[in-house]
T-cell receptor
Framework: DGGITQSPKYLFRKEGQNVTLSCEQNLNHDAMYWYRQDPGQGLRLIYYSQIVNDFQKGDIAEGYSVSREKKESFPLTVTSAQKNPTAFYLC????????????FGPGTRLLVL | AQKVTQAQTEISVVEKEDVTLDCVYETRDTTYYLFWYKQPPSGELVFLIRRNSFDEQNEISGRYSWNFQKSTSSFNFTITASQVVDSAVYFCALSPYNQGGKLIFGQGTELSVKP
């Protein structure tokens, strides 16, 4: 089955800790994205990547970092600089970046202890 | 500014009623795409439709239909004969031209269909 997987489903972060959210796709898509969703709100773009070893900041990149070493994988690290990390994080992918349909993974809910 | 507004925060209907979810967008681009996604309680966003700015033809897919009116910058979504399984949050999104595939989402409309 082709799709996008995200792990873990729930993640707890302690004060001052960096945590990494995993996103993997087997759709052979070139582009991948990370969005953040806060309660009662729409999604906001954190980072996106059009191709391996390249990525760009979205609207709310501060306190986050990403890497794209493989086409299938686009992990997101929430650093200690992100002061309000509690949110639902969604990863998406698309064939290309030019207004193609984005398909989403099941999401990771990050909570701060 | 580029923006998507879904003015209806919550809608509640009884099963078999028709319901329309409104979406109004703002953009100066002449080329853009519009999307609708469904987010059931599980959280994953499910793609429903993609429409480009040059195609104003209405679309119907089963009980779902979409009305795109460029003159009023609206892309409304209607569910006919709603069912309990339609209960979810629905998002309208705008993909502007040449912005790396970025999606600008509305706030979402939470639809509750009661039996």
């Amino acid at each position: 089955d082709g799709g996008i997987t995200q792990s873990p489903k729930y993640l707890f972060r302690k004060e001052g800790q960096n945590v990494t959210l995993s996103c993997e796709q087997n759709l052979n898509h070139d582009a991948m994205y990370w969005y953040r969703q806060d309660p009662g709100q729409g999604l906001r773009l954190i980072y996106y990547s059009q191709i391996v070893n390249d990525f760009q900041k979205g609207d709310i990149a501060e306190g986050y970092s990403v890497s794209r070493e493989k086409k299938e994988s686009f992990p997101l690290t929430v650093t200690s600089a992100q002061k309000n990390p509690t949110a639902f994080y969604l990863c998406a992918s698309s064939i290309g970046v030019y207004q193609e349909t984005q398909y989403f993974g099941p999401g990771t809910r990050l909570l701060v202890l | 500014a580029q923006k998507v507004t879904q003015a209806q925060t919550e809608i509640s209907v009884v099963e078999k009623e028709d319901v329309t979810l409104d979406c109004v967008y703002e953009t100066r681009d002449t080329t853009y795409y519009l999307f609708w996604y469904k987010q059931p309680p599980s959280g994953e966003l499910v793609f429903l439709i993609r429409r480009n700015s040059f195609d104003e033809q209405n679309e119907i897919s089963g009980r779902y239909s979409w009305n795109f009116q460029k003159s009023t910058s609206s892309f409304n979504f209607t569910i006919t004969a709603s069912q309990v399984v339609d209960s979810a949050v629905y998002f309208c999104a705008l993909s502007p031209y040449n912005q790396g595939g970025k999606l600008i989402f509305g706030q979402g409309t939470e639809l509750s269909v009661k039996p």
